[in-house]
């Protein structure tokens, strides 16, 4: 990211507070702006084990880059985020997140995302801007967590597909399907996934 975008984020942070009426003293969150691809900021490390349990969290307030958390994230939210890549990236992400997830029994990883009932390229419409995004099935989704992502067996996926009504997306139709899932793992080591995403019927 650059110096010029990183200033901007900062001043869309501020303008939250603004918003929320809340202050860094107030609501004392840290952001970590940066492109999720980027090593510096999210490597690829493999799920954490229960080896990791009790290691110090590093102070979040000193973060500027996300690797320091590996192992001790206990919920991950990404919504309207993986449908933006590609299949190779979305499991990129899907690894990277799973490196950053505590071993803890509980600790989870939910979003909404636009999906298919079948996976492949699904074509979309937005402000008159034709979009192909590659859109992962309740099957295929499941199937990249549990054996590709995480060692099959150690995680439990559900996932459930469902159409909604969006506004401003389609010209052509607003009706739409989304998906979602959850992943519980064995051996202690025990994570959530719900995952809903959008389908637009064909
Ligand atoms: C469609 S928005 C969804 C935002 C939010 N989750 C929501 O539902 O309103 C997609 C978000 O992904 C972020 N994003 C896209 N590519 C990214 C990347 N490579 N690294 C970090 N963030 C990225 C964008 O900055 C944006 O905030």
Avoid at 9 to 37: M, Q, R, Y
Avoid at 55 to 83: E, M, Q, Y
Avoid at 112 to 136: C, D, P, Y
Avoid at 144 to 155: A, I, P
């Amino acid at each position: 990211m650059t110096h010029e975008a990183l200033a901007f984020c900062t001043e869309l942070w501020n303008l939250g507070h603004e918003l929320f009426k809340s202050s860094p003293e107030t609501f004392p969150a840290h952001f970590v702006g940066g492109d999720a691809f980027n090593p510096e900021i999210l490597a690829v490390a493999p799920p954490a084990s229960m080896q990791t349990a009790g290691v110090p969290i590093p102070d979040l307030n000193d973060l500027t880059s996300l690797n320091s958390l590996h192992g001790h994230v206990s919920a991950i939210h990404a919504t309207a985020f993986f449908h933006l890549f590609k299949e190779d990236q979305q499991l990129h992400m899907a690894r990277a997140f799973a490196g950053l997830l505590s071993a803890e029994p509980g600790s989870v990883i939910l979003g909404v995302h636009t999906g298919a009932r079948e996976k492949g390229l699904v074509n979309q419409v937005f402000r008159n801007i034709e979009v192909n995004m590659f859109s992962h099935s309740p099957e295929s989704w499941t199937d990249m967590w549990d054996g590709e992502v995480f060692e099959k067996g150690m995680v439990k996926v559900e996932a459930e597909c469902r159409e909604v009504m969006l506004e401003g997306v389609c010209r052509s139709s607003n009706v739409s399907t989304s998906l979602g899932g959850i992943a519980t793992s064995l051996l202690n080591h025990s994570s959530i996934f719900t995952s809903s995403r959008y389908l637009l019927p064909q």
